[in-house]
């Protein structure tokens, strides 16, 4: 049988690990440890990385770093202005990545009840240990199931209306080629939820994301295929953004909402599985 990032058992396998680390990132992930720790002294009580540089994928260059850091306290308008200094300082050292996202939660809020199947899941199975004790110990083990599909990517509807304003007020090549790329990931990563449960499986790779989804939906394969490249390699032409505001968007949040329902807490709560929460609530653009 196919792995599809599952155990013998049907539950989720932690993906990435320090081992895995090119060396190219090595020098990076390195400073991140040190700086993150001076940074936030006592406050810290764990850092992770996730994303493609743990999965040993990330490319010289193109690849951004992100970390996700949890205090032991609510992180203050200081710990994310320090978190804001942290991602620019390691960003502009290192030629080798392409911007730094760092995610700033609490440990109540990473294990309440609340976030369980989301920021909790994302934690437990898309981060790998940096700093500090590993708050995965104290969370349940996952299956890809409608429960975890709706709770991470159930809220794309309330998100369009945002994502309509932020493409109004654009205007500058750069902010495109940001907005592209931000959409194109959440799109992807929802498709694949979408169709997670039937699949029964788990893949981070965006191209393959896309390649499972057409397999359920033929009829928006290729749109999806075409959101998969501009996640990787966004665009300037504020066009893109727009068909997935106007398009593929609306489509699939509602077909999510038929299949899934929708999640119960608003848009930013959490962590955002799907968008891989990479794709939400950065301190530095990719």
């Excluded at 010289?60 to 992180?75: E, M, N, Y």
């Excluded at 394969?221 to 966004?234: C, F, G, H, K």
Aim: aromatic residues 8%; proline residues 6%; negative net charge.
């Amino acid at each position: 049988m196919e792995h599809r990032g599952l155990d013998a058992y049907g539950y989720f396998e932690r993906e990435g690990s320090l081992g895995q680390v090119q060396r190219a990132f090595r020098g990076a992930v390195a400073a991140a440890r040190e700086r993150t720790a001076e940074a936030y002294g006592r406050r810290l009580h764990s850092a992770y990385l996730y994303g493609s540089v743990p999965r040993g994928t990330a490319r010289p260059g193109r690849s951004d770093l992100d970390l996700l850091l949890v205090l032991h306290h609510k992180p203050s308008d200081d710990d994310r202005d320090t978190a804001e200094v942290l991602a620019r300082s390691i960003d502009e050292d290192f030629e080798e990545i392409d911007g730094v996202g760092v995610l700033l939660h609490d440990k109540d809020t990473v294990l309440s009840e609340e976030e369980r199947f989301d920021l909790g899941w994302f934690l437990a199975c898309l981060c790998t240990p940096l700093l500090g004790a590993d708050l995965a110990e104290h969370l349940p083990r996952y299956r890809p199931d409608s429960l975890l599909a709706r709770e991470t990517n159930g809220d794309l509807a309330s998100l369009l209306p945002q994502w309509r304003t932020r493409l109004r007020e654009a205007s500058a090549p750069q902010e495109y080629r940001s907005l592209s790329r931000l959409f194109a990931r959440r799109l992807v990563r929802t498709g694949f939820t979408l169709v997670m449960p039937r699949w029964g499986g788990w893949t981070s790779d965006l191209a393959e994301s896309a390649e499972v989804f057409g397999s359920y939906y033929p009829q928006r394969a290729a749109q999806m295929r075409a959101a998969a490249a501009v996640a990787l390699d966004p665009v300037e032409d504020p066009a893109v953004p727009l068909s997935y505001v106007e398009d593929l968007g609306p489509w699939l949040a509602d077909e999510y909402t038929a299949r899934h329902g929708t999640k119960t807490r608003s848009p930013g709560a959490g962590a955002g599985a799907g968008r891989c929460p990479a794709d939400r609530g950065r301190t530095a653009p990719a």
